[in-house]
């Protein structure tokens, strides 16, 4: 942590290698203005493993609801990747996401991962960061049900 001279009453601080716990700190009021603004937000959390045979997660899906959405934050087959599971991973999310009365899904990906998947499955691009990183896109996909 490296600090700077203060600014009023405020000191600011660099923190280089953060203890996580500090990211509860700074959402909370993040957190307090939107939902002042935006009430019922009615968050979740939602998850889809994928597990061996001996029942160890060697994959899955993690994702957030909030504002009606599922956010998938994270999708990783692992080992299992390549055996058709990404499609019925997201199935179930979608499943779920349906049965909770949630209006759609949204996430993003690279275009060296796997782009044309979410298309097949029905999500449209929202959103495009190109050159992130560089030689590649970060592209944001949404569907809507």
């Known amino acids: 942590m ?3 001279p203060p600014t009023g009453p405020w ?6 290698d953060p ?5 509860a700190h700074i959402l ?14 009615n968050w979740g959390l939602l998850a889809v493993t994928v597990r061996d045979p001996d029942g160890a997660v060697v994959g899955g899906l993690w994702g957030r609801t909030g504002y009606g ?5 994270l999708l990783a087959l692992g080992p299992a990747r390549g055996e058709g599971l990404g499609r019925r ?8 996401a349906r049965r909770r009365g949630l209006s759609g899904i949204w996430l ?3 275009t060296f991962q ?14 495009r960061i190109p050159d992130y990183p560089p030689g590649h896109d970060r592209v944001f996909y949404v569907k809507r049900f």
């Open 2 to 4: 490296s600090g700077q």
């Open 108 to 110: 993003d990906t690279w």
């Open 69 to 73: 959405m599922l956010f998938v934050e």
């Open 11 to 16: 000191t600011l601080c660099l923190e280089t």
């Open 19 to 23: 203890d996580p716990a500090l990211r």
């Open 89 to 96: 991973v997201m199935a179930l999310a979608e499943e779920e």
């Open 28 to 41: 909370a009021p993040l957190v307090a203005y939107n939902e002042s603004v935006a009430p019922d937000g």
């Open 114 to 127: 796997a782009p044309g998947f979410y298309v097949r499955l029905g999500f449209t691009e929202c959103g």
